[in-house]
């Protein structure tokens, strides 16, 4: 018998790479379903029992799970989602260390990847403006350096990602000596994102980086031209998407 639970244990851990594990149980609930449904996105939309982590009480354990990287991978992609979006407080903030946990994990198993990278970098910016200004500010550099190597692995990963997220922090973050700041960075990141995918939130994020710059003509124009543009993403993300819309057309109102 213990035979056999080797033998079926090593024959799951070979489908990893394929495909996550059956192991989970299943999660009768609608709530649970509906809440699945929301976060799901086009690069996770064959994970779905593993998203029941996130939409219920018993999350994985990163010091625990033994999952494989692409369930590391679809682990910190689940908590992130949830701590953007579905939670508050200090379960928020968990989220996001959980997050973070398991993007290292995933780093650590297959640093060739784009996804742990990418995943490392947005987990563990949130988690740091969660925190506070000191843990943004102590972990800037590597929040770069992840989505650096993101970068140099596949610069096209969700729409250009990691050049959209790079970018943002670039052109928001204080400038030498303090931090890592750089508008003309910040600049070129944003408008390479825009080049590889021109997307609706792309145009968005560089409409920001103008209307930063109180440059209002050419927020106006972009912001109009992301208008044109399909919503792609989840409502939730589409939500968050809005509001910055909004808050940029009242920045340029006049």
Same mark, same amino acid.
């Given at each position: 018998?213990?035979?056999?639970?080797?033998?079926?244990?090593?024959?799951?851990?070979?489908?990893?790479?394929?495909?996550?594990?059956?192991?989970?149980?299943?999660?009768?609930?609608?709530?649970?379903?509906?809440?699945?449904?929301?976060?799901?996105?086009?690069?996770?939309?064959?994970?779905?029992?593993?998203?029941?982590?996130?939409?219920?009480?018993?999350?994985?354990?990163?010091?625990?799970?033994?999952?494989?990287?692409?369930?590391?991978?679809?682990?910190?992609?689940?908590?992130?989602?949830?701590?953007?979006?579905?939670?508050?407080?200090?379960?928020?903030?968990?989220?996001?260390?959980?997050?973070?946990?398991?993007? =290292?994990?995933?780093?650590?198993?297959?640093?060739?990847?784009?996804?742990?990278?990418?995943?490392?970098?947005?987990?563990?910016?949130?988690?740091?403006?969660?925190?506070?200004?000191?843990?943004?500010?102590?972990?800037?550099?590597? +929040?770069?350096?992840?989505?650096?190597?993101? +970068? =140099?692995?596949?610069?096209?990963?969700?729409?250009?990602?990691?050049?959209?997220?790079?970018?943002?922090?670039?052109?928001?973050?204080?400038?030498?000596?303090?931090?890592?700041?750089? &508008?003309?960075?910040?600049?070129?990141?944003?408008?390479?994102?825009? &080049?590889?995918?021109?997307?609706?939130?792309?145009?968005?994020?560089?409409?920001?980086?103008?209307?930063?710059?109180?440059?209002?003509?050419?927020?106006?124009?972009?912001?109009?031209?992301?208008?044109?543009?399909?919503? +792609?993403?989840?409502?939730?993300?589409? =939500?968050?998407?809005?509001?910055?819309?909004?808050?940029?057309?009242?920045?340029?109102?006049?």
């Amino acid at each position: 018998m213990r035979l056999i639970h080797l033998i079926a244990s090593f024959f799951l851990v070979f489908l990893a790479g394929q495909a996550l594990s059956d192991a989970l149980p299943e999660v009768d609930d609608p709530g649970v379903s509906a809440c699945v449904k929301a976060l799901l996105g086009d690069e996770i939309e064959r994970h779905e029992r593993d998203l029941t982590r996130i939409c219920h009480p018993g999350l994985a354990d990163p010091k625990t799970s033994r999952a494989p990287v692409v369930g590391a991978v679809v682990n910190a992609i689940a908590n992130y989602h949830a701590g953007m979006f579905l939670l508050e407080g200090e379960a928020k903030l968990d989220a996001f260390a959980r997050a973070k946990a398991f993007a =290292a994990q995933a780093v650590k198993a297959k640093p060739d990847r784009v996804e742990p990278w990418f995943w490392l970098g947005a987990a563990t910016a949130c988690w740091a403006k969660e925190k506070g200004k000191f843990s943004q500010l102590s972990t800037i550099e590597a +929040i770069r350096d992840a989505f650096g190597r993101a +970068i =140099a692995i596949d610069p096209s990963y969700l729409h250009a990602g990691a050049l959209r997220a790079r970018g943002k922090l670039y052109s928001q973050a204080p400038g030498w000596p303090l931090s890592v700041g750089d &508008k003309a960075k910040g600049r070129k990141d944003l408008e390479d994102a825009l &080049k590889l995918h021109e997307t609706r939130r792309n145009l968005i994020y560089l409409a920001e980086f103008f209307a930063d710059q109180d440059e209002c003509a050419t927020t106006k124009k972009l912001l109009a031209q992301a208008a044109a543009k399909p919503r +792609i993403l989840s409502k939730y993300e589409e =939500a968050h998407d809005d509001a910055l819309v909004k808050k940029l057309e009242t920045t340029c109102a006049s």
